[in-house]
């Protein structure tokens, strides 16, 4: 951790107001990002960033610095993105249940369409395609897939953040390009013979 960080969590701690503020300023756009990249809907992810600011200011008390604010920060984020996709899982199971007992579902399920702001509006429809694609592959190879080649970090950073070493990432990374492959071939294929 460098000394402003250092100091920054120190006053979060502290339960500085300011320091607060200077965090989610910081660490928002982040932490959005990464959360649109996996549950791919606009809405849950402003539902899920500000469940993880939530947490960063119950939990910073247990921050040890061992790692990177930056990582501990990745990791919460990952952790409430995957909690709604399975809160979004359950309630769409719930909602078959209730059609097969013939009652009305009035839940509402978003497309995978949706505007990742790392995406130039020319990419809009292979972005989708990808972003399609990856929902079908594990979510271990997902997150790597998502730090990398989204966010922008590399092996050792997504190594830190995921609890694992530098070799799993480079694995996880190799199976998610062979399993994306897999899924985008038939796009690719319709997408060549346009």
Do not use: C
């Not at 959360?35 to 606009?42: G, K």
């Not at 930056?70 to 952790?79: F, K, V």
């Not at 497309?111 to 429809?125: A, I, Q, W, Y």
């Amino acid at each position: 951790m460098n000394q402003s960080e250092e100091e920054l969590v120190k006053n979060l701690q502290q339960g500085q107001q300011q320091a607060f503020k200077a965090v989610v300023e910081l660490y928002q756009d982040m932490v959005y990002n990464t959360i649109l990249s996996i549950v791919q809907n606009e809405a849950d992810a402003e539902d899920a960033t500000q469940e993880v600011f939530v947490q960063v200011y119950q939990s910073i008390g247990f921050f040890k610095g061992e790692a990177k604010f930056s990582t501990w920060l990745y990791r919460i984020a990952i952790a409430k993105a995957l909690d709604h996709e399975k809160k979004k899982k359950r309630k769409k199971r719930f909602g078959l249940v209730q059609k097969l007992l013939g009652e009305k579902d009035n839940t509402q399920y978003h497309p995978v369409e949706f505007n990742h702001p790392g995406v130039l509006l020319d990419n809009k429809e292979k972005a989708s395609e990808l972003f399609k694609a990856l929902q079908k592959i594990p979510d271990s190879q997902r997150i790597a897939f998502t730090l990398n080649k989204i966010e922008g970090l590399n092996n050792h950073e997504i190594a830190a953040i995921m609890d694992t070493s530098f070799y799993a990432v480079e694995s996880l990374l190799a199976r998610a390009k062979i399993n994306l492959k897999k899924e985008l071939k038939n796009y690719y294929l319709h997408y060549s013979a346009k």
